[in-house]
């Protein structure tokens, strides 16, 4: 919108550098430029502002597929005006004098021209496209469409517009229809989802599987040796038994020819000393058989005297010491003691 300042009766216009002004008096023109700045009287002025910078255009409108199926398309047009002294007199862009405001809606015309034309071409698209062509390569097709049909519609460079730039955002099927068209690929995905979660699962059991069987495949080694030792165990021990066994056989007849030896040794000596015994008897019987009376007799009562128990007191009586020391004066006390 072009700024307006009152001074005395004058008015001052000032535009932006995407404006393009167009000052008219008495149906003459006096400005026509883009960024322009002067002076005028309202009473006999005609302005005119036509925007000619590039302007986006959005549009959503429905279309029908071959199928008879009701899409939504999304497009975005990008114009501008390139022959704003055209423009200015097909549409209306005259401007208050006062406010430098608008009279009416130009762009929106513009806007209803663009879409209008558009919305023709895509129909046109659309109407021989099955939903799931338009679906999958409809967007490229309605944009190539649209975008050829605008560069070549004649309508545009009369009215002074240029197309700089066409997209196609979507083309839409009824939410129903939508969640209907994802179903199979979702079932699809889930299926894929399903399969990779069986064969995560059939790796996670083989590996378990594995783990398994190696565990039983240690414990199945584990009580091998263990049974091996038990064994070695076994046979070392009944060795350690065999050797304790013949080291006792060893140490017992050892033992035994020790204790013969010994037996033997004491026999010998036993005979020995018997036969020494037996001849120191007989010598001492043959001594004794050449002794007289007296002296067996006196050798009996030494040896009686040392087999006697001990005598603590001895009693003597008058008649017993008499009659000993007579026998002994005498000389008869040998003959008495034989009677």
């Known amino acids: 919108m072009a700024d307006i300042t009152r001074r005395l009766g004058w008015r001052h216009l000032r535009s932006a ?7 008219l008096r008495r149906g003459k023109t006096v400005h026509d430029g883009t960024g322009l700045s002067f002076w005028f009287r309202p009473r006999t002025a005609a302005l005119s502002e036509v925007p000619v910078d590039d302007r986006e255009l959005a549009m959503t409108f429905h279309a029908r597929t071959a199928d ?24 209306d862009f005259s401007v208050d004098p006062d406010t430098g405001a608008w009279r009416g809606n130009p762009l929106e015309q513009l806007a209803t021209l663009l879409t209008e034309t558009a919305q023709q ?41 240029e197309t700089v730039a066409t997209r196609v955002v979507a083309i839409r099927p009824e939410p129903e229809v939508e969640r209907a ?45 263990e049974e091996q030792l038990i064994a070695q165990q076994g046979a070392n021990s009944r060795r350690d038994a065999e050797e304790a066994a013949a080291a006792d056989g060893v140490r017992a007849e050892a033992e035994a020819a020790r204790t013969v030896r010994l037996a033997q040794a004491q026999a010998a000596a036993t005979r020995e000393t018997g036969q020494a015994k037996a001849h120191a ?46 026998k002994l004066g005498n000389g008869t006390a040998p003959e008495e003691d034989r009677r």
């Not at 008879?68 to 549409?91: E, G």
């Open 181 to 225: 068209l994802r179903t199979p690929a979702r079932e699809q995905i889930q299926q894929e989802a399903d399969r990779a979660t069986y064969e995560r699962r059939a790796v996670a059991v083989e590996r378990e599987r594995a783990i398994a069987e190696n565990e039983l495949s240690n414990k199945i080694e584990l009580a091998r040796r």
């Open 121 to 161: 071409h895509a129909l046109d698209v659309l109407a021989r496209t099955t939903l799931a062509d338009a679906m999958a390569d409809g967007v490229a097709a309605v944009r190539d469409r649209v975008s050829s049909a605008l560069a070549a519609e004649p309508r545009l460079p009369a009215t002074g517009l």
């Open 17 to 23: 550098p995407t404006a393009h002004i167009r000052h």
């Open 281 to 326: 008897q007989a010598e001492w019987l043959r001594a004794h058989t050449e002794l007289n009376e007296s002296a067996l007799q006196t050798l009996a009562s030494m040896r009686l005297a040392d087999n006697l128990p001990r005598v603590r007191s001895l009693t003597i009586t008058p008649d017993l010491l008499s009659g000993l020391l007579s």
């Open 68 to 91: 008879f199926q009701d899409v939504t398309v999304q497009a975005t047009v990008t114009y501008r005006v390139s022959d704003p002294p055209v423009a200015a007199t097909r549409i």
